[in-house]
């Protein structure tokens, strides 16, 4: 049997990224203390890690940008990417970064229904479009958010305009065979559930998988299923393979308006 874990195994195979989630903490940290208006810990629930932050542009936005971040839905939090807000901000969207629950104490498919709260709440704070953007995990929740059967009201969900999964997981079924199961606990039916490539989009669905070139080929792989079901059920679907990047490198695209990737976020 193919080795999943090793499949899935980003950190393994990128040098010196064990110092990533402090470096990470510590730029949008500085970000924070910057001279961006930002609005934090806005509540969309009632459990402790039901809430996101606001960052505004300079003038009236254009509508929000909400991108959810990865962390095989087990790690991480809203705190870690605050500067990624940069590249769309300057664009003039405002941007929303949640933090949801993770696993174990939520199940994958309790997470979804989270972010479709974060949605719901922010979508009263701003007017105007909303675009998704979500990266590994919250690639798989944001492009949750545009399937047949989202947890969104029709309302929230027909102002969404674009989604942009970044190195995305739309296929859940091999995280059955993987170490990360024991707090997953993914079964078979909620993997069949939770895969976007399984499921059908909302019509007219404006989606982009983006993915590095030189990411593992599970990623790659994952980014491809997606394509392939979405173009084949009318979506609106494109699919960029950004050579140069690995599963890290890749996001930092979103700090800079002029990057190919901010330019599809925000353009």
């Not at 494109?238 to 700090?255: A, D, P, R, S, Y």
């Amino acid at each position: 049997m193919r080795d999943w874990d090793d499949a899935f195994n980003n950190m393994g195979h990128v040098k010196g990224s064990d110092a990533l989630p402090g470096f990470w903490a510590a730029r949008a940290a500085e970000y924070r203390r910057g001279p961006v208006q930002i609005d934090g810990d806005i509540s969309y629930g009632d459990s402790e890690r039901e809430t996101f932050d606001l960052i505004w542009p300079d003038s009236p936005p254009r509508g929000v940008l909400v991108f959810v971040h990865g962390g095989f839905w087990m790690r991480l939090d809203k705190s870690y990417w605050t500067d990624l807000a940069e590249g769309a901000r300057a664009h003039g969207w405002a941007v929303c970064i949640p933090s949801y629950t993770l696993a174990p104490v939520a199940r994958i498919g309790e997470i979804t229904a989270q972010i479709a709260k974060a949605l719901e709440v922010v979508s009263s704070y701003v007017e105007g479009p909303i675009r998704l953007a979500g990266h590994s995990a919250g690639g798989h929740l944001v492009t949750r958010m545009v399937c047949l059967n989202s947890p969104l009201s029709q309302r929230t969900r027909g102002r969404i305009e674009k989604t942009v999964s970044i190195s995305g997981l739309h296929d859940l079924r091999p995280l059955l065979h993987t170490e990360m199961n024991a707090t997953l606990k993914l079964t078979q039916k909620e993997a069949s559930a939770e895969s976007a490539a399984l499921l059908r989009p909302v019509e007219e669905a404006r989606v982009t998988a983006w993915v590095g070139g030189a990411e593992r080929p599970e990623f790659i792989r994952q980014s491809q299923a997606l394509a392939l079901m979405w173009e084949g059920l009318d979506a609106d679907m494109k699919l960029v393979v950004e050579q140069g990047h690995n599963h890290f490198t890749i996001l930092e695209g979103m700090k800079s308006s002029i990057s190919p990737l901010c330019q599809e976020l925000a353009e």
